[in-house]
């Protein structure tokens, strides 16, 4: 029991951290103000850089930094539950097979009966809640690619514009934590 909480804990904590860097750098990018620039008579086609670009660059500058860093600590965290992750899914599996066998073969003993689904409902809860805390990290960070996508970039600087693609690119690249 202590391998079965203890593991599912550190999986729920470590989840927990990378959901709230996510929801962070969300924030972040949904609180860049932009702020358009009109050119001056005649440099109809030239920008004026202010130090309003500047801020803003810095901005966008500073979230892809923090999401080359989520996105490393999330490559390190499957790497490092990857196999353990496996190993605990086959005993939960094993576990709720035998239990169901257990059902099946006590079928009339309603004392055996009862232990054998009150056992498959506790595991099957433990594969659930790591396939929900999966889920939950897959959409934060689907949210962040929403939230770089959704930002208003009509009118800011080329470079700004480019950043913001290549964010947008490396944010579409999907994650999953796999078990195996």
Request: include cysteine; glycine fraction near 6%.
């Amino acid at each position: 029991m202590g391998v079965t909480f203890g593991f599912v804990s550190l999986c729920t904590t470590l989840t927990a951290v990378a959901c709230a860097q996510f929801e962070k750098l969300q924030a972040a990018i949904l609180d860049i103000r932009q702020e358009h620039i009109t050119p001056y008579h005649g440099q109809e086609d030239e920008q004026v850089h202010t130090a309003a670009d500047c801020d803003l660059q810095a901005t966008l500058n500073a979230c892809i930094r923090h999401h080359q860093e989520i996105i490393a600590y999330m490559q390190q965290l499957e790497d490092a539950l990857n196999v353990g992750l496996c190993g605990h899914f086959l005993i939960l599996l094993a576990t709720m097979c035998f239990a169901a066998f257990s059902l099946v073969t006590n079928w009339g003993d309603y004392a055996d009966m009862s232990q054998g689904v009150v056992i498959y409902l506790f595991f099957s809860g433990d594969v659930l809640l790591i396939c929900w805390l999966g889920t939950q990290l897959t959409q934060h960070a689907e949210s962040v690619r929403d939230a770089a996508f959704g930002c208003d970039w009509v009118g800011t600087p080329v470079p700004f514009q480019r950043c913001l693609m290549f964010f947008i690119a490396t944010a579409n690249k999907e994650f999953k934590l796999t078990a195996g």
